[in-house]
């Protein structure tokens, strides 16, 4: 993980890639994609993608699913 420093201003989201990138490397999507198994024919997005979206949530601070 390479810091670099930087003056601008910084939010809340800075932090958001560095924690999804763990949890893919952890295999964790998988995992959840293997267990639940495949949705139906027309579903767009997959289990893991439901969970990673509320997820991303909790840990931007978000407090309901209509944040997404």
Do not use: H, P, W
Not at 19 to 38: C, N, V
Not at 48 to 66: H, I, K, N, P, T
């Amino acid at each position: 993980m390479k810091i670099t420093y930087s003056s601008d201003t910084i939010n809340s989201f800075g932090g958001i890639n560095f924690a999804d990138k763990i949890i893919r490397e952890a295999s964790i999507y998988d995992t959840i994609d293997q267990t639940l198994g495949i949705r139906g024919v027309k579903a767009q997005y997959s289990y893991s993608d439901l969970f990673r979206s509320y997820l991303m949530l909790v840990l931007c601070g978000g407090e309901c699913a209509e944040d997404i």
